[in-house]
Antibody, heavy 123, light 107 residues
């Protein structure tokens, strides 16, 4: 079964850091680009960051640029999001999402989503 | 950055209705647009990719059209399970962005 499972969420104070993990299974991980998408409580979807199959092309939303770092380990079928200098507005459910194309492109729609991991930033 | 504006933000419809949702891009994005359905407490589900291509497993009552800056998602005959929130998303260039969403509720 094709699956993405996120972990690493929790409660952090403003200015602190958290690292999110996404474990992939059921498909050839390094065939696909990967992304993080978040959703604040009661709000819409916001793309956070994405990278292509080998991490050679990376992009970030303006709201997280310079604070968040995306990476992947194809040997471990894993995607990561290092979040630093957290702010209250980073409070959201963070989804890991797979790019649809088997070319591993970075510009893509998202066909497989995890169930999300919640991040709460509060003093 | 490319902004996506969805309309309407909310619509009330009955089972069997034909429903159309519009997504307008702030600049041309060719056909690099996708549509998603999201139900409460669930992750989004890809319906349409490349503006008009139906994702595998998605019912044929869903269709997408458009290119450039104007796109539409049409549900030909609304079913009870279609009451949800719908989002468009572009993948033309960084940063990728989503529209604000359209909530479809039962009249």
């Amino acid at each position: 079964e094709v699956q993405l499972v996120e972990s690493g969420g929790g409660v952090a104070r403003p200015g602190e850091s958290l690292r999110l993990f996404c474990a992939a299974s059921g498909f050839t991980f390094d065939d696909y680009g990967m992304n993080w998408v978040r959703q604040a409580p009661g709000k819409g979807l916001e793309w956070v960051s994405g990278l292509n199959w080998n991490g050679g092309r990376i992009g970030y939303a303006d709201s997280v640029k310079g604070r968040f770092t995306i990476s992947r380990d194809n040997a471990k079928n894993s995607l990561y999001l290092q979040m630093s200098s957290l702010r209250a507005e980073d409070t959201a459910l963070y989804y890991c999402a797979r790019g649809r194309s088997i070319t591993g492109a970075v510009y893509d729609s998202f066909d497989i989503w995890g169930q999300g991991t919640m991040v709460t930033v509060s003093s | 950055d490319i902004q996506l504006t969805q309309s309407p933000s909310f619509l009330s419809a009955s089972v069997g209705d034909r429903v159309t949702i519009t997504c307008r891009a702030s600049q041309g994005i060719s056909s690099y647009l996708a549509w998603y359905q999201q139900k409460p407490g669930k992750a989004p589900n890809l319906l349409i990719f490349a503006a008009s291509s139906l994702q595998s497993g998605v019912p044929s009552r869903f269709s997408g059209s458009g290119s450039g800056t104007q796109f539409t998602l049409t549900i030909s005959s609304l079913q009870p399970e279609d009451f949800a929130t719908y989002y468009c998303q572009h993948f033309n260039s960084f940063p990728l962005t989503f529209g604000g969403g359209t909530k479809v509720e039962i009249k």
